[in-house]
């Protein structure tokens, strides 16, 4: 598997797609696309093992779109960046274990919001449990340490978050100006999702991946056209809420997820390289995301037919690898943070809300935290956490030139396209 550790490309993979819970594959699902499989099949393609998986990799029965939750890594040189902890970030955190990036590479890891389909996969992300090992948490809120911490709280997880033997300093990002973390930027954007949640755009070394999930754009799609144009124009990929279809979005108005129809429209004149359709709707089976898909194709066609970007739909190990075309950073690197000085204070507990309602910011914190993060690049002024933060205008830079082409691993074909699975009334997350 290719790793951005080492290289000055910045890779980008999908580690989990689904929107709202955790989808594995039924049975039924399962048995439905081997009896496909077995009925395409001639004899010579399953006549030794090597001839049965090149018939494999050429089958739209062969494979899915996946079930785990958001979940997106971001890597170049030796940084590691991801984009929400859903269920999808177990993988991620076996697959550092495997390539040995694990103890090697800063780990900066961002949130666009805090519902659990976004958070559960942290708990099991393997380097948390490093001794020392620096990891910088960011989102756009102030609480995210607070809200981590509640995750693993109470009984809900065994290990709790003041135990934890890694060093993990949470920060809060500005809404009004780009920041610099290891060497990329990171600029945010208010997204429309109840109990707020932000969308992301990192920049490194002129290649730019959006990341914009969970958002209603479908409510007041005049509104906010312009705003998601300029935020993501000359993007390499620009990954999107595109939870339901047509008719299905006006079941679940203020549910707080779109359609791909309004992506498609916002963007229909932006030099970007490829909308993604993400957080897959937990009820939509793999042909039910792929009739979705064709539907947006379709109407691409029609609104949009001088667009050059390509349109797909997100599945887990979806991988772009996108060739740098600006300067080299200068970015330092430290994977671990000296040993502790106080390990009484590693005993520390979280304190109780009275407790915490009383006491100073710093004293609220349920570890000492050093006071850089992993990188030593400086970033442009992030808010300390629990600080109250200002909503001052948000001016955005002007729009980029398109980049030049990108390189990306094969997808799969889509597989074959019965009735759309019919979603009834549900939560949103
Ligand atoms: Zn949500
Ligand atoms: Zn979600």
């Known amino acids: 598997m290719a790793t951005g550790f080492g290289g000055l490309r910045m890779e980008v993979r999908l580690w989990g797609v689904r929107g709202s819970l955790a989808t594995p594959m039924s049975s039924s699902q399962l048995r439905d696309k081997v009896a496909a499989l077995l009925a395409d099949a001639t004899p010579a393609d399953l006549a030794d093992l090597p001839a049965i998986n090149r018939y494999l990799d050429r089958s739209p029965h062969s494979w899915t779109y996946g079930g785990n939750t958001s979940c997106v890594e971001v890597s170049f ?3 590691l960046f991801v984009l929400d ?10 697959q550092l274990l495997k390539d040995g990036r694990a103890g090697k590479v800063g780990i900066n890891m961002f949130f666009t919001h805090f519902h659990w389909d976004h958070i559960c996969g942290f ?8 001794k020392d090992r620096k990891i910088d948490v960011w989102g756009g809120r102030s609480d995210a340490e607070e809200l981590l911490a509640t995750q693993m709280g109470g009984a809900h997880f065994p290990v709790k978050w003041a135990n934890l033997a890694s060093r993990i300093t949470c920060h809060q990002l500005p809404e009004d100006v780009p920041t610099i973390i290891a ?30 999930t969970d958002t209603e754009v479908s409510k ?19 990954i999107v809420d595109a939870m339901y279809g047509f008719l299905d979005y006006h079941e679940k108005v203020n549910f707080g997820h779109s359609t791909i129809f309004n992506f498609i429209d916002f963007f229909r004149e932006t030099a970007i390289g490829e909308l993604v359709i993400f957080h897959h709707d937990p009820l939509a089976s793999d042909p039910a995301v792929t009739a979705l898909w064709d539907d947006a194709k379709r109407y691409k066609s029609v609104i949009a037919p001088d667009a050059t970007w390509k349109l797909t739909a997100a599945f887990e190990g979806q991988h772009w690898s996108l060739a740098e075309s600006g300067p080299v950073p200068v970015v330092t690197t430290e994977a671990f ?8 204070a590693v005993e520390a507990k979280i304190p109780a809300k009275s407790e915490a309602a009383a006491a100073k910011p710093k004293a ?7 006071p850089k993060a992993a990188s030593k690049s400086a970033p442009a002024k992030p808010r300390p956490m629990r600080k109250p933060a200002s909503r001052p205008p948000k001016p955005r830079p002007a729009p980029r030139a398109r980049p030049a082409a990108k390189t990306r691993t094969a997808k799969p074909k889509p597989a074959a396209r019965p009735a759309r699975t019919k979603p009834g009334k549900r939560k949103r997350s």
């Open 77 to 79: 040189g030796d940084q």
């Open 183 to 212: 060497g990329a930027e990171v600029r945010i954007l208010p997204l429309i999702h109840p109990d707020r949640a932000y969308g992301y755009r990192i920049t490194y070394r002129g290649r730019s991946v959006c990341y914009l």
């Open 220 to 238: 007041n799609p005049h509104r906010l056209n312009d705003v998601y144009a300029k935020f993501v124009d000359g993007a390499d990929v620009v």
């Open 85 to 94: 902890s859903g269920t999808g970030l177990r993988a991620l955190g076996v």
């Open 337 to 344: 943070a000296p040993p502790r000085p106080a390990p009484a």
């Open 123 to 130: 708990p099991y992300f393997a380097p948390i449990y490093f």
């Open 364 to 370: 609220t914190k349920p570890k000492p935290r050093p």
